[in-house]
């Protein structure tokens, strides 16, 4: 993963995945053999059943928050990714 | 109708299910009840290898001649972990393997018993998926999501780790279950948002380019899209470059095609991809050993990039026009959207680029020779599957590819030792065809106890040992970026024609030009396995060469001066 540009801004980006052990263990590897600069990390249930919704805060420009984005998209395990993209969220979602 | 079967069982026959035929394996205590249950399905034909490393890399090997699933077996703890190395292999070159793994009892579990590790956990980051199977209902369709996840979308290693109270577990076992686990999202290739778009953007940027450039990777042989990159070619006249993984896409001695670019790619071929205005890359990474410093990388070009990985687009190089998608749909759609044309002044352009090599050989056993007599003794038509270093450059530089998938190699993972076991997968793959598996002295002695499973299994693959008695790329590293000391790379070699003899296998030993025709002939034409010896130069070195981190513009074309060999 490339290092973030000069000018970064947080980025939280909200995974939806299996509540399965492995499949979390996995998504927090991403993570670290990614090298990703995160900030803040939170996981709750997303509200549907058997799937949960890890959030985390990142301090990189919109390249890399998609790129970090990306990785995550083509997980197994994982349903969807979404990048919210301002501080005032970014502060929401690391409380 | 059901019948009561046990989970041991149930895996062989999901396995027979699925399509496999070929097992690599080692038995071992968690894994016992497969073991037992194997006899009874003739149709899986088990390979006992001699370290499960092997099994892997034979998967791997066998995976990528065949476009099936390789499937690999190993009992847990040391069996397990003995597969690492092949499955990340698998996992940086996207082979669809299929690891299969004994594990202690589940009420054991994290209680460290006897051979307990945490496969699970060790494989994560060289895996697709992987699976712990917690009761033996889960099973069957663990194994068909495997078999499934390992080949679609961007293939890759999974790994399913089964418990050995599991194996023994007996449940009523009906018809064959579809995938049970409906979570995994297949990675669709094709249409995805915006794909014409990027078609068409991505031809008005050929139609406008004075020097462009097709390169190819991996992606072109996993899509089988050699009829229609070559199309794209030669109806636009864009020389054509092939990494590490491309080459055999695009046949060698083609005249659009310019060879292998990167670290130790000919310097003409790099210059082509520095001068460039637009680069067209189809399933390729655009990995470090291709790009030198990414900095300075192509720096005049717009690069369209072609992948069936979104997350590839822009991870490595900036790109003009990303397409996602499976690279021969995506190359025919972009060869029925581009207008004819020729390139001619930008070729005779590249032909000016063109040096010749310095290199020094004894006996006159370069490279060159050694690997012209294999493509003539196996009449142009066999498998290369190289090792790691110095040969597997020369290997890819040098070797006259004409068949589409015919050169594999550990490309991402660069694993010594790989070629020995890979190739015992390609002839189960291709058992009608030759395979020579090419490696260092250094490699070679990594995994030559395979040559007893060859002789074991009647799998007759053709050894080539290039000897200079060194780790050879290491000592080159040393003799330019590390005052010449030569740290530990001198390696003492058995002799290898006693020791091929000791297997039964015929051995011999070239030393001289004048012998290669006759003896490499006459170890092609062998029944059984094979191996050869070349003593070559001790010091020769791979030419042009970027060195790490440096520009592409920039080769060591000759033995730095102090550096020398004598």
Not at chain 1, 8 to 13: L, Y
Not at chain 1, 32 to 59: C, D, M, Q, W, Y
Not at chain 1, 60 to 79: C, E, I, P, S, Y
Not at chain 2, 188 to 197: K, V
Request: charged share 20%; net charge negative.
């Amino acid at each position: 993963m490339p290092v973030p540009s000069p000018s970064p801004s947080a980025h939280t980006v909200a995974v939806l995945l299996d509540d399965a052990l492995v499949t979390l263990n996995r998504a927090f590897g991403v993570l670290r053999t990614r090298n990703v600069p995160i900030e803040g990390l939170a996981l709750h249930p997303s509200g549907t059943a058997g799937e949960s919704r890890l959030t985390f805060v990142l301090k990189a420009d919109a390249a890399t928050a998609d790129r970090v984005a990306q990785q995550f998209h083509k997980m197994m395990g994982v349903r969807s990714v979404m990048i919210l993209a301002n501080e005032d969220s970014t502060t929401e979602a690391t409380r | 109708m059901s019948e009561m079967l046990s989970g041991a069982e149930i895996l062989c026959r999901a396995l027979v299910d699925g399509g496999v035929e070929v097992i690599f394996g080692y038995p071992g205590g968690a894994i016992m009840p497969f073991y037992h249950a194997l006899p009874d399905h003739p149709r899986l034909r088990h390979i006992l290898v001699r370290h499960e490393q092997a099994a892997a890399h034979a998967a791997d090997g066998y995976a990528r001649a065949s476009g099936r699933v390789g499937v690999c077996v190993a009992t847990s703890g040391p069996g397990a972990t003995n597969l690492v190395t092949g499955l990340a292999a698998a996992h940086m070159d996207n082979s669809p393997v299929v690891a299969i793994t004994g594990q202690v009892s589940r009420p054991m579990i994290g209680r460290d018993a006897f051979q307990e590790t945490d496969i699970i956990g060790i494989t994560l980051p060289i895996t697709k998926k992987n699976y712990l199977v917690q009761d033996v209902t889960e099973l069957a369709g663990v194994v068909a999501d495997a078999m499934a996840v390992a080949v679609e979308g961007r293939p890759g290693p999974v790994l399913i780790d089964v418990p050995k109270d599991v194996q023994n577990q007996k449940i009523e076992y009906g018809a064959p279950q579809a995938r049970a686990r409906g979570q995994s999202r297949p990675q669709t290739p094709g249409a995805s948002p915006g794909l014409e778009d990027g078609v068409h953007k991505a031809a008005r940027l050929i139609a406008g380019a004075e020097r462009p450039l097709i390169m190819v990777g991996h992606g072109v042989i996993l899509a089988q899209a050699y009829a229609e990159v070559r199309a794209l070619a030669e109806k636009t006249g864009i020389p054509v470059i092939t990494t590490l993984l491309g080459i055999s896409a695009f046949p060698d001695g083609h005249p659009l095609h310019l060879g292998m670019p990167g670290m130790h790619g000919e310097v003409h071929v790099n210059r082509a991809i520095q001068h460039a205005d637009v680069i067209i890359g189809i399933g390729l990474r655009f990995d470090d050993r291709v790009t030198g410093n990414t900095a300075s990388f192509a720096p005049q070009a717009r690069i369209i990039h072609i992948d069936l990985d979104r997350a590839e687009i822009g991870k490595n190089v900036p790109v003009a026009v990303g397409i996602v998608g499976d690279a021969r749909d995506i190359t025919r759609r972009l060869l029925a959207a581009v207008e004819p044309r020729r390139c001619e002044r930008w070729l005779e352009h590249i032909r000016g680029f063109v040096r010749t090599r310095a290199e020094s050989y004894r006996g006159g056993l370069s490279p060159e020779a050694i690997l012209a007599s294999i493509y003539e003794a196996s009449h142009g038509d066999c498998t290369i599957v190289t090792d790691v270093g110095q040969h597997q450059m020369w290997v890819a530089k040098l070797y006259p590819y004409q068949h589409p998938n015919s050169h594999i190699t550990s490309g991402g993972l660069g694993a010594m030792g790989f070629a020995v076991p890979a190739a015992m997968g390609v002839h189960l793959a291709r058992p009608s065809g030759t395979v020579w598996a090419i490696s260092g002295d250094g490699g070679f002695q990594m995994n030559m106890a395979e040559m007893a499973t060859m002789v074991q299994e009647g799998l007759p693959v053709k050894m080539a040992v290039f000897n200079n008695g060194y780790l050879g790329m290491v000592r080159q590293w040393q003799q330019f970026f590390h005052e010449k000391r030569y740290s530990c790379t001198p390696i003492w070699s058995p002799d290898y024609v006693k020791l091929a003899e000791a297997y039964g296998i015929p051995g011999y030993r070239v030393k001289d030009a004048s012998e290669l025709a006759e003896t490499v002939g006459q170890a092609n034409t062998q029944p059984g396995p094979a191996l050869v010896e070349f003593m070559i130069e001790q010091e020769a070195n791979v030419f042009p060469m970027i060195p790490p981190g440096g520009s592409l513009s920039e080769p060591i074309e000759t033995a730095p001066a102090g550096a020398t060999g004598d």
